[in-house]
């Protein structure tokens, strides 16, 4: 938040906290040895922050519902797919489409971190972060989609992707019902972050 | 562009705190000029969580970003680019720098610090 209220006059400028310091610290040594440009720093900041998220899987996702020949080249390799659509780069040099079906359930998780496709999500939330997650989400996959609110039927098979530093998951949800004949534009507003890491389902269409 | 998530609370920020973006760029900038390799960072990284999760579970937060910090500062203690004790002098210089510096103005080393 910035600080913009202040229930005192400080004396002095608000102190970072520590690891905040020893970011500074660290920044500061590797610029003077000429190793990184804080230009650069902001511009990789900027990208993530702003310009860069779940909205390119949508579109990803809603092609694929639209475009059969699309989906089958998505489903066979991903890589080459996505990048044509100019989703590429930082931990998007492998990625693969895992597809939902009536009998399977796709969901995505990183035990030992945090390996998730950028081109396509963005940063991953705390919560794909956090250990629960990361220790529960193998163990019992159906409690922590009823945590996310998810219930599947228990015909439907649930199958968990262990994220790597090789290999990165993108979910295509299946597609909501009462959809046919929208576009892909309208189609991808309904495809969900959660939906693409297998923690959500596609949302319906609002009458 | 209406929000993605309906009924979702305020979209959630990227980066909730500004350090937790620096240094994810200041990784990712290292990573790409080639000073060391991603499955590098993420086998060193994985171990760093590995032992903080003993302690205690992570929230994927603030002990998620203490935890990448202490890899990236170990790695490049390894790498012989930052050496611990030139870090916790630039670290004190900062902090020093902060608390002379009058509020409201930019904080910056002085001299050579």
């Known amino acids: 938040m910035p600080h913009d209220h202040h229930d005192h006059d400080d004396p002095h400028a608000l102190l970072p906290p520590d690891p905040a310091l020893r970011v500074r610290a660290l920044e500061t040594l590797l610029a003077r040895k000429g190793l990184i440009e804080p230009a650069a720093l902001d511009e990789i900041i900027d990208t993530y922050q702003n310009r860069i998220g779940p909205r390119n899987g949508a579109q990803v996702v809603a092609r694929a519902w639209s475009d059969p020949a699309f989906r089958a080249a998505l489903l066979q390799d991903a890589t080459p797919v996505v990048a044509d659509l100019g989703f590429f780069g930082r931990q998007g040099e492998h990625v693969v489409a895992v597809e939902n079906t ?59 992707w262990d994220s790597t530093a090789e290999v990165r998951y993108l ?31 596609a949302r319906a269409p609002t009458a | ?14 980066f909730t705190l500004p350090w937790h973006g620096q240094v ?7 990573n790409e000029a080639g000073h060391f390799a991603w499955s590098e960072w993420t086998a060193r990284f994985s171990q760093t969580l590995a032992r903080h999760g003993l302690e205690k579970e992570l929230d994927g937060g603030d002990d998620y970003f203490n935890a990448w910090l202490e890899t990236l500062e170990a790695l490049l203690a390894d790498l012989g680019e930052a050496a611990p004790a030139d870090v916790e002098r630039l670290r004190d210089a900062w902090e020093a720098a902060y608390l002379s510096t009058p509020h409201g103005d930019p904080v910056h080393l002085p001299e050579g610090a």
């Open chain 1, 102 to 160: 009536p009998e399977v359930h796709n969901m995505v998780v990183c035990t030992l971190c945090s390996c998730y496709p950028w081109p396509l999500l963005g940063i991953p939330p705390a919560w794909y972060k956090s250990d629960a997650y990361r220790s529960r989400a193998v163990r019992e996959p159906r409690k922590v989609l009823a945590d996310f609110g998810v219930s599947l039927p228990e015909e439907i098979a649930v199958r968990v």
């Open chain 2, 24 to 30: 994810f760029a200041l990784t990712v900038s290292l």
């Open chain 2, 1 to 14: 562009m209406s929000d993605q998530t309906p009924g979702a609370k305020a979209p959630e920020p990227v």
């Open chain 1, 171 to 201: 979910v295509i949800p299946r597609r909501p019902e009462g959809t046919e004949g929208m576009s892909v534009e309208d189609l991808a507003a309904l495809v969900t972050r959660d939906s693409m890491i297998g923690t959500g389902l």
